[in-house]
């Protein structure tokens, strides 16, 4: 059974603190690791796709890493501002399937 | 202009009814899907249509009937709703149905069933 999983559920921060995610995927027929930012009431926007063991992607404070052969990838906000409040999901792709995590909900407090 | 859309976005329905959800992509892809997302939070694949064909069916019931007019659309039909139903369905469509292609999502329909 394919299982992604991620932690911690939720996380709470003040405002201008670092935080980091991990998610845990399958190590075996991995294709590619997504990382989707899904704030309330809106739809799920992609961040990072990774692809190769030892990956690494920034766009602006937030950046991810990618370890495929031990399964897991972080994700990292650093000087987190209230704007970045939103449920972060993980998705493995692999054996031409695309699995979720269920996310975690960071919440930065003004 | 909304790429991925999908109406209605609230859908509140008795038991036993047939309903339509519909989605609508304007991104040029060809690929789109269907997810449910089950009371865990999970987004569950439900189907997957490569140029209107059907090339991912997970184990749904077979109540739920995907339809793909044109390569633009894949509408969601359900027959004979039941409460167990009731979720959040996401439709998302990806460039091509190569694997690990970004996908882009819909705002999701709320369906009820009481």
């Given at each position: 059974?394919?299982?992604?999983?991620?932690?911690?559920?939720?996380?709470?921060?003040?405002?201008?603190?670092?935080?980091?995610?991990?998610?845990?995927?399958?190590?075996?027929?991995?294709?590619?690791?997504?990382?989707?930012?899904?704030?309330?009431?809106?739809?799920?926007?992609?961040?990072?796709?990774?692809?190769?063991?030892?990956?690494?992607?920034?766009?602006?404070q937030i950046s991810a890493t990618l370890n495929t052969k031990e399964g897991y990838s972080y994700l990292y906000i650093k000087?987190?501002?209230?704007?970045?409040?939103?449920?972060?999901?993980?998705?493995?792709?692999?054996?031409?399937?695309?699995?979720?995590?269920?996310?975690?909900?960071?919440?930065?407090?003004? | 202009?909304?790429?991925?859309?999908?109406?209605?976005?609230?859908?509140?329905?008795?038991?036993?009814?047939?309903?339509?959800?519909?989605?609508?992509?304007?991104?040029?892809?060809?690929?789109?899907?269907?997810?449910?997302?089950?009371?865990?939070?999970?987004?569950?694949?439900?189907?997957?249509?490569?140029?209107?064909?059907?090339?991912?069916?997970?184990?749904?019931?077979?109540?739920?009937?995907?339809?793909?007019?044109?390569?633009?659309?894949?509408?969601?039909?359900?027959?004979?709703?039941?409460?167990?139903?009731?979720?959040?369905?996401?439709?998302?469509?990806?460039?091509?149905?190569?694997?690990?292609?970004?996908?882009?999502?819909?705002?999701?329909?709320?369906?009820?069933?009481?």
């Open positions: 059974i394919l299982n992604v999983e991620q932690s911690p559920q939720s996380l709470h921060v003040q405002e201008g603190d670092s935080t980091n995610f991990t998610c845990s995927f399958p190590s075996s027929n991995f294709y590619a690791l997504h990382w989707y930012r899904w704030e309330t009431a809106k739809s799920p926007e992609a961040l990072f796709v990774m692809t190769l063991n030892g990956d690494e992607k920034k766009k602006g000087g987190s501002q209230p704007e970045d409040s939103a449920t972060y999901l993980c998705a493995f792709t692999g054996g031409f399937k695309t699995i979720f995590g269920a996310g975690t909900r960071l919440f930065v407090k003004a | 202009d909304t790429a991925v859309s999908q109406t209605p976005k609230y859908l509140v329905t008795q038991m036993g009814n047939d309903k339509s959800i519909k989605c609508e992509q304007n991104l040029g892809h060809d690929t789109m899907y269907w997810y449910k997302q089950d009371s865990k939070k999970f987004l569950k694949i439900m189907f997957s249509y490569n140029n209107k064909e059907l090339i991912i069916n997970e184990t749904v019931p077979n109540r739920f009937s995907p339809k793909s007019p044109d390569k633009a659309h894949l509408n969601l039909h359900i027959n004979s709703l039941e409460l167990g139903d009731s979720a959040v369905y996401f439709c998302a469509s990806s460039q091509d149905v190569v694997q690990g292609e970004t996908q882009y999502f819909g705002p999701g329909t709320r369906l009820l069933v009481l």
